[in-house]
């Protein structure tokens, strides 16, 4: 059974339904059955998680709000309740200035039974102890140290004190059992050689530890260790240590007090046995006698509830003893190719060997050792050809029967036509130029020297022309930097026929025909797949999702294609280009992707060693899981802004506060304070005497000041710095070192820096760019919006124009050139509101419809293209919209009925919209505001967000 690396948590159940908590960060928690491979529901982004022990329930650790320990049900995900808890506050000296910061949850454990929940808060914050059925605080227990254990009804909890040491992790120092109902010291053992202090009956003494675990028994009354390799309990009311089993001095790490955890100390529920390291492996020993039987290899984790089964993983797998449980077949190693023969009929996969499945039971047929490592493989359109590569090239027809195609050279990219009958490979050898040949049979059509790797090939579907990609050129060589990665050849003389722009292919890890010989799929890992259109010379969608494609498929007829991202396959219609939705199951990276020659089952290979078969037509678009949060009422927020995981807002009485986590720049006493704007690393504040301040990193002039350094550092100011000559004001705003100041008589005042490219273009503008400046060119200034490296405005006549850098066309002027002076926006007219993201613009015409232009990776310009655009191009389905408001990557839109839509992604992937969609949990908002983990409005007197 194959598991994600490093759970968070693991429990087995009864029926030895093993689940895991994973975190993925983005959408955050997926609670798994990795049994089935089965995603069983996605949970909010937490620090910390604990599994009861019966694998029902789960308590995450919210990071957002900081404090929250929320408990769900692990199957479907419904939350049962959550807790608050009050995090102290620490201080910490960095580069010279003090910082405070609240401590963070550090343990969730459950009692034995699973009634109790213990946590634990970092630097000497208090043990809390919860009741988890209930969800409510019972006690808060002032003993500090690193909870490790708690007794089977969580009456008592084992702490151990420890202090860091360079090679040996953290040195224990001294182990405390504590009463958590009455929240006293019951035993403390010092782990030293040193008497033990005067006067403290609790108090003994035994001798330093080398990687040492402990744990404690379920009736509370033994703690548990090993060291060197022995087994040895201490009875806690006398502290009396005896030794239950022996060992070796030479086992362990050589140290002192090395302190592991109870992780490699496992108690079964009734508490007669106990599972540990000893030897080469562990074992399984009764308390009774010391009595010792083989337990497993890998670390144990957790027993089942009645003590039947028992969990061990290592870093990739997870084992039962004690039950026969179904698991997914795969390979022991990760499955890196797969392909379909028999018209589908059999499917075979390569890992280290060869698997051939029955197409429609995907029962194991046989397996194949014979061939080496297959490094790609593939089958001709008819199945009735399987092509091998490896350290040689081998044939495999569907009775089995194998030949080789002896070559001098190790082939290092081929392609098989889709008859099966020609082959073009590349081969590269080090220090020397590659070559490329098309053979049919034995006999070469055409061959060629190049000297760039080859790191791809595909026939296209007719055969006649031969898709060839090359690495990337690194170093000094710009001029082969500058030739065309991605190029298409005839097949009978390898002639160009035509060159992929290499903006297309530059950052290009695969390519592929899309069902026809003029559509390419050209993908990029970790990025996104360009759907590029040979007619038309330009990319017409940008498939992009969650991390995506390592790897991608197209259907034989050209209806669909799937990319992998992580453990999930996304899903779009190739003819509309919409997105259709996402397959979940692995629970690792995909690695392979392959269609049935019908199209209408997809086949999936992963690291984590398994491969699923898919109906395509059940792919469900992720569910968003929204939360939605009231931060205050309404009418006590005179602003709001936030570029981070935290929200500033101005209250009535004119003070600046920080909602969700705290600001490592912490926010200054100011009075009077009307409007706050965060930037990169600065914020800005706007007094109602119309003066402007700004605080933080004064790099690139920021704050309206040179930029301060001591000792070549940048320094910060933790009090506003006037911005001289920005007075008057009624409205600031902040981007990534640049922010701007809109005066009551129309003048636009900016400072700071918003694109580096300005300066190399044009250098004398790096020192007048820093200081506040009023803005000319436009004319009276009705309203602005700082995005994070430009900044646009909207005339008094409603004519929209923007400056700053333009690589992704965010200035909207029909080019991706910078500029210092505005930039009139093509053919954009009766603006009534304005908003600019990270890298590009949106803006709400008199009309209701909404224009954008600019980054489109995250579908943030609302066109279902993913593809960047110069020139403004209009949001579809929405014609009735009053307000616009953006984040980084996401744009949202007010409608005339109140009700808002999105479109784009935030860095919440719940926030995340691929075409735009209505957002109900906002509908009845009278403003709207885009964060960045945050979409808030005035709804009914209160200022309610979704994240």
Known sequence: MRFLKRPMSLAVTNSGAVISVEDTRDPGIVLRELNRAAVLATLPDAGEAALSPDGTMVALALRKPAGEVAFYRVEGGAHLGSITLTLPKKQHVTRGRLWETPSSIRDLIYSHDGKRLAVVLSDGGPLYVVDAESRKLLRAVNQKGRLVALDGKGARGLLVDSKYQMFLHDEATAISVVDLNQGTLVRRIELKKDPPPAGDPNAATIAPLSRASFTLTTDGKTILATEHGELFTIDVASGKRDKLVEGSRSEGLFGLGSFMSSSDLLVSPDGNRVVWSHGSGNVMTRLADGSESPATENSPKAFSPDGSILLAASEHMAELHGASVDVPDGHETPVHGLAFLSQGKVLVSSGEDLRFWDGRSCQLLRTSTSQGKPTRIMASADGTKLLIQGRELR???????????????????????????????????????????????????????????????????????????????????????????????????????????????????????????????????????????????????????????KTAAVSPDGALVAGSSESKIAVWELATRKFKGVLSGHVDDVTALSFTPDGKMLASGSEDTTILFWDVDKAALPSRNLKVVTIADASSVRSMTGRSMRTWYVTQTGKV???????????????????????????????????????????????????????????????????????????????????????????????????????????????????PHLVTGIGKVAMASVGATHTCAVDTQGKAWCWGGGASGQLGDGTRNPSATPMAVAGVTDVVSLAAGAEHTCAVLKNGAVLCWGNNSSDQLGNSTGVDSAVPVRVTGIDDAVEVASGERLTCARRRDDSVACWGRSYSSALSFPDPAPVPELAGAKSLQVMQYLVCGDINGAVRCVQ
């Open 657 to 771: 506060t920080v909602h969700g986590v705290e600001s490592s720049f912490k926010s200054p006493d100011i009075k009077g304070a009307k409007q706050v704007a965060e930037g990169g690393l600065f914020h800005c504040v706007l007094l109602d005497t119309g003066k402007v301040g700004c605080w933080g990193w004064t790099r690139a002039g920021a704050l309206g000041i040179p930029e301060e350094r001591q000792l070549n550092k940048t320094l910060s100011r933790d009090k506003p710095a006037e911005v001289p000559g920005a007075s008057d004001a009624v409205w600031i705003g902040a981007g990534g070192y640049h922010a701007c100041a809109l005066t009551r008589g129309g003048g636009l005042w900016c400072w700071g820096t918003m694109s580096e490219a300005l300066w190399s273009k044009q250098p004398e503008l790096k020192a007048v760019e820093v200081r």
């Open 395 to 549: 044939f495999v027809d569907v009775e089995g029967h194998v030949s080789t195609l002896d070559r001098k050279d190790k082939p290092n990219a081929v392609a098989m036509s889709r008859d099966g009958k020609r082959l073009a490979v590349g081969t590269h050898r080090y220090g020397e130029d590659s070559g490329l040949g098309v053979l049919e049979g034995k006999s070469t059509i055409a061959s060629m020297k190049t000297d760039r790797r080859i790191e791809h090939l595909e026939f296209s579907p007719s055969g006649e022309t031969l898709m060839v990609l090359v690495d990337r050129a690194w170093g000094e060589d710009k001029q082969k930097a500058a030739e065309p990665r991605l190029t298409l050849r005839r097949v009978d003389n390898l002639e160009v026929q035509s060159a992929i722009p290499t903006e297309v292919t530059d950052d290009a890890s695969y390519a592929m025909f899309a069902g026809g010989e003029d559509q390419l799929l050209v993908g990029a890992v970790h990025r996104s797949m360009s759907l590029f259109d040979r007619k038309q010379g330009r990319v017409v969608r940008r498939f992009a999702f969650e991390g995506c494609c």
